[in-house]
C-alpha cells in the first residue's frame, strides 16, 4: 500500500513556474513507476510525465516536454514536477500516480495509487 500526498500548486500568471512533490508513504518508494497527471474541468485525466524507478526513463506529452521535468528522490520518497513556461491551457488539477513497475507508463488506467490531487491555475 502505497499513501501520496501532492502540494505545490497554486496560482500563477502565464509564463510563470511552479514546482509540484509529491510525498509517497513507505519504505519501497523505489520500486515504484511514478507519472503525473492533470484533469481540467469536463475532460479526462491525462498524462503529462512519468518516471522510471532509477529515474534514468522519463517520458512525456508532446503538450509539456520542454517545459517541465520530472525528478524523483528515492531517499526522501517524493517525486517532483517542475513546471515552467505555464499557459493557461496548463490550469487543472495536477494528481500523482505510483505503479509498481520497471517501465515508466503513460496511461493513467494502468497506475494502482493516487493523490487527492493539486490545482494549478495559469492565469492569462
Known amino acids: 500500500q502505497v499513501q501520496l500526498v501532492e502540494s505545490g500548486g497554486g496560482l500563477v500568471q502565464s509564463g510563470g513556474s511552479l514546482r509540484l512533490s509529491c510525498a509517497a508513504s513507505?519504505?519501497?518508494?523505489?520500486?515504484?513507476?511514478m507519472g503525473w497527471f492533470r484533469q481540467a474541468p469536463g475532460k479526462e485525466r491525462e498524462f503529462v510525465a512519468s518516471?522510471?524507478?532509477?529515474?534514468?526513463?522519463?517520458p512525456y506529452a508532446d503538450s509539456v516536454r520542454g517545459r517541465f521535468t520530472i525528478s524523483r528522490d528515492n531517499a526522501k520518497n517524493t517525486v517532483y514536477l517542475q513546471m515552467n513556461s505555464l499557459k493557461p491551457e496548463d490550469t487543472a488539477v495536477y494528481y500523482c500516480?505510483?505503479?509498481?513497475?520497471?517501465?515508466?507508463?503513460?496511461?493513467?488506467?494502468?497506475?494502482?495509487?493516487w493523490g487527492q490531487g493539486t490545482q494549478v491555475t495559469v492565469s492569462s
Open positions: 500516480g505510483a505503479k509498481n513497475s520497471y517501465i515508466a507508463r503513460t496511461s493513467a488506467r494502468e497506475y494502482d495509487y
Open positions: 513507505g519504505r519501497t518508494f523505489s520500486s515504484y513507476v
Open positions: 518516471i522510471s524507478r532509477s529515474g534514468g526513463s522519463t
